[in-house]
């Protein structure tokens, strides 16, 4: 249990430097380098949660699977927090509150949404995927391979 709680946190941490990266960055991003950064955040967010995950919990087959699912969690709150963030800062954190308040599900829609096409961005499923699959592969590769003490 304490492998997946500190995965957890420390998939909270990556995902918060994650926004704090899109927040610092967004008015220089193309589509092309937001999408890199959205896929390298879930890529890098699944491993570390994954190795923390192996090197703790061993041959936990319950943890591995929790770390896969936190670390696309932390995929695609990284990306939703961002969305607010951003908004605040190019309108105001007013504009913010009367948003969520009449849309609250807004930054998922926008996570889901191209918005070229008004179609499925296909890259934001991936994400997720890349992500679980990350941290399920590392902390089965760490933990099949540890002794259980």
Do not use: C
């Amino acid at each position: 249990m304490g492998a997946v709680f500190l995965g957890f946190f420390v998939s909270v941490i990556v995902s918060m430097l994650y926004s704090g990266l899109i927040l610092a960055t967004y008015k220089d991003q193309s589509v092309t380098t937001a999408t890199t950064l959205y896929l390298g955040h879930a890529l890098i967010n699944g491993a570390i949660v994954g190795f923390l995950i192996g090197t703790v919990a061993h041959r936990n087959n319950g943890a591995w699977i929790s770390g896969a699912i936190i670390a696309a969690l932390g995929a695609f709150f990284g990306y939703t927090n961002a969305i607010p963030l951003v908004f605040a800062d190019a309108e105001s954190p007013g504009a913010v509150w009367d948003l969520v308040r009449y849309e609250p599900f807004w930054p998922a829609k926008a996570w889901w949404t191209d918005r070229a096409t008004d179609g499925v961005d296909w890259f934001s499923p991936l994400g997720l995927l890349l992500a679980a699959a990350a941290a399920w592969g590392l902390a089965y590769l760490i933990g099949s391979r540890r002794r259980q003490v």
